[in-house]
Structures are given as structure tokens and as C-alpha cells.
């Protein structure tokens, strides 16, 4: 399928996990693709394998929390790729596994801004360009997280509940001009930021099989199959579908824990 011929995307957290899976998904269907990664040299890489594609490719190192480079990033993108059709707001960090009543104003404010703000910021850029010309879809990785309760992770679960409610309240704004937001919604996914999880606990074996207890299905996702969501709510595929919470959880939300 090529899907996204002519298309420009934008990845956000491209340089690995789903965003890295998500910009290489859009490439092998035609879209030119800008990737944001705060790592220079993941930034190179994707962009490198976009290009193996057969598409256009820009790697930018990004600190996603400063709306300044967010700014650059987009206006790079915009002059050397074009203006983007589709914008991946995937980049995300971690919280330390503490207790609400251990984690501080500075935890809250570094993953809310990172992970919620960057999205706010990056969609407030590309909109103007899409309601203009009537067309364009913008995909927010959320997580299984932010719809269910989850011991020693309050501030990351409140940076994607976040992001669920502000989609909503977003496409309720741009559906009129043509222009589709929607959530993405992972359950575990295997991920460099999940094996970091693992890799530090007392018991990494024993973390990994809670991890794949989480779920109905008996193991954890993979950044692809999260990719191939995010390719088809940013598809004319979903065309009709804009505000809506896409779940990819293995049965994460059904299986509660």
C-alpha cells in the first residue's frame, strides 16, 4: 500500500520504539517524513532508513520540552520536506515508580511537558497549514495507562489521560475544516524505554513476566503492530474517524490488573 504518496509526516520521539517504528511504517508508504528525537545520532539513523524507502527524510535533534526547538524543528520540516499531512505526536518519558505522595512538582511538570505540552505545541503549528487546505490527521500516542488506574506512575498516566481529553476537545474544533485527531492507545509495548524498566529492576525476569500479565494475550506489544495503528488513523482508511480513542492493549483494559 502506499497510502501516504505525496504526504509529508511529521514523527515526534522518532528515533526509536514506536515512533521509530511509526516514521519507517509511513515511509514504506510513501510519505516524506521529518523525525524528532533529542539524540543526534538515532535522528541520522531513522531518517537514513526512511530514506531506504525510497522517500525523503529529515533527522533533527530535538529537545522536545523547548518550544523553541519544537518551533525549528516544524519550520525545517516545513522548508525542506513541505508542509505536513500528518503529525505523530509519539515522543514520551518515563517516571520514576514512586508513590503520588513521593513524586514532586518537578517530576509532574518534566513529564507533563514532555509528553503532553510537546503535542499541544507541535499540533498548534501544523493546524494553520491544514485547515487552510482542508485536509491533514494528527495522531497522539496515549497509553493503556492513562484509561486505567496504575500503581507508582501518576504523572505519566496523567500526561496521556491528558492527552485523550485534549484530543476530543481538539476535534471538536477542526472537524468542520476537514482535519481528523485521534489517540492511540499501547498497552505494554517492547519498547527501549519499557527494557530500561526491566533492565533496573531487582528482578528483571520477574518485571517482564508482570509486564505480559498486564495483558489477555500472553505477551507484550510490539512497536510495530503500534505503528500499523497509527499508519491507519492517519490513513484515508479512517477517514471518517476523528476524536476517537484507537486501543491497541492486547486486553490490557479488559483484563484490568
Keep these: 500500500m502506499k497510502r501516504f504518496e505525496s504526504s509529508v509526516a511529521w514523527v515526534t520521539g522518532g528515533g526509536g520504539g514506536i515512533g521509530r517504528s511509526a516514521a519507517l511504517r509511513l515511509a514504506s508508504e510513501g510519505a516524506a517524513v521529518g523525525i524528532?528525537?533529542?539524540?543526534?545520532?538515532?535522528?541520522a539513523t531513522v531518517a537514513a532508513e526512511c530514506e531506504a524507502h525510497g522517500v525523503r527524510a529529515l533527522g533533527i535533534p530535538t529537545d522536545m520540552a523547548d518550544p523553541a526547538q519544537v518551533r525549528d524543528a516544524h519550520q525545517r520540516i516545513a522548508e525542506q520536506l513541505g508542509p505536513v499531512d500528518v503529525l505523530v505526536n509519539n515522543v514520551g518519558v518515563n517516571q520514576p515508580a514512586t508513590l503520588f505522595l513521593d513524586t514532586s512538582d518537578e517530576v509532574f511538570e518534566r513529564i507533563l511537558?514532555?509528553?503532553?505540552?510537546?503535542?499541544?505545541?507541535?499540533?498548534?503549528l501544523v493546524l494553520p497549514s491544514m485547515i487552510e487546505r482542508r485536509t491533514g490527521s494528527v495522531v497522539n500516542v496515549a497509553s493503556a495507562q492513562g484509561l486505567m488506574g496504575w500503581p507508582m506512575a501518576s504523572a505519566y498516566a496523567s500526561s496521556k489521560g491528558a492527552m485523550m481529553a485534549w484530543t476530543r476537545q481538539v476535534a471538536?474544533?477542526?472537524?468542520?475544516?476537514?482535519?481528523?485527531?485521534?489517540?492511540?492507545?499501547?498497552g505494554a509495548t517492547m519498547t527501549a524505554m519499557n527494557q530500561a524498566v526491566m533492565d533496573d529492576a531487582e528482578d528483571p525476569e520477574g518485571q517482564r513476566a508482570s509486564a505480559i500479565a498486564l495483558h489477555i494475550l500472553p505477551r507484550m506489544g510490539e512497536p510495530d503492530e503500534v505503528a500499523a495503528a497509527i499508519a491507519f488513523a492517519a490513513s484515508s482508511d479512517?477517514?471518517?474517524?476523528?476524536?476517537?480513542?484507537?486501543?491497541?492493549?492486547?486486553?490490557?483494559?479488559?483484563?484490568?490488573?
Excluded at 511537558?113 to 498548534?124: G, I, K, Q
Excluded at 471538536?172 to 499501547?186: F, K, M
Design 113 to 124: 511537558t514532555v509528553n503532553f505540552m510537546s503535542a499541544v505545541r507541535a499540533t498548534r
Design 36 to 43: 524528532s528525537t533529542i539524540d543526534a545520532g538515532e535522528a
Design 172 to 186: 471538536n474544533e477542526i472537524g468542520e475544516h476537514g482535519v481528523r485527531i485521534n489517540s492511540i492507545v499501547p
Design 238 to 257: 479512517a477517514a471518517f474517524m476523528t476524536g476517537s480513542t484507537l486501543v491497541i492493549d492486547g486486553g490490557c483494559l479488559v483484563k484490568g490488573h
